[in-house]
């Protein structure tokens, strides 16, 4: 069993930085692939970035092109925490985050391939 706690949404204006953080617990997390959604109102959820430690070098990343360059993913492995950095956002960025893992251990892009999913946390970007 994995439990997903995400913090640091909140209000921003354009141009303005937030950092989510998703903490997970379970023994078994190391074993997990993570990934960042948002869902908008009236909009599908869809998948912003994710990240796996498998593979031969030692993990993968992937980022959507509509924040490549302003977001970053990453892992504390420490600390068991998935960190999405949001920079330079936009007014189209406002939606709910959501953190979730994926037993299969490596980047999918489809919420279908997720298991444990936080209870999200709200963006709001202000023009």
């Known amino acids: 069993q994995v439990q997903l706690i995400e913090s640091g949404g909140g209000l921003v204006q354009v141009g303005g930085s937030l950092r989510l953080s998703c903490a997970a617990s379970?023994?078994?997390?190391?074993?997990?692939?993570m990934g960042w959604f948002r869902q908008a109102p009236g909009k599908e959820r869809e998948l912003v970035a994710a990240?796996?430690?498998?593979?031969?070098?030692?993990?993968?990343?992937f980022v959507a092109d509509s924040v490549k360059g302003r977001f970053t993913i990453s892992w504390d492995n420490a600390k068991n925490t998935v960190y999405l950095q949001m920079n330079s956002l936009k007014p189209e960025d406002t939606a709910v985050y959501y953190c979730a893992a994926n037993g299969l251990g490596y980047v999918v892009k489809s919420a279908t391939e997720y298991d444990y999913w936080g209870q999200g946390t709200q963006v709001t970007v202000s023009s």
């Open positions: 379970g023994r078994t997390f190391s074993r997990y692939a």
């Open positions: 990240i796996s430690r498998s593979g031969r070098s030692g993990g993968s990343t």
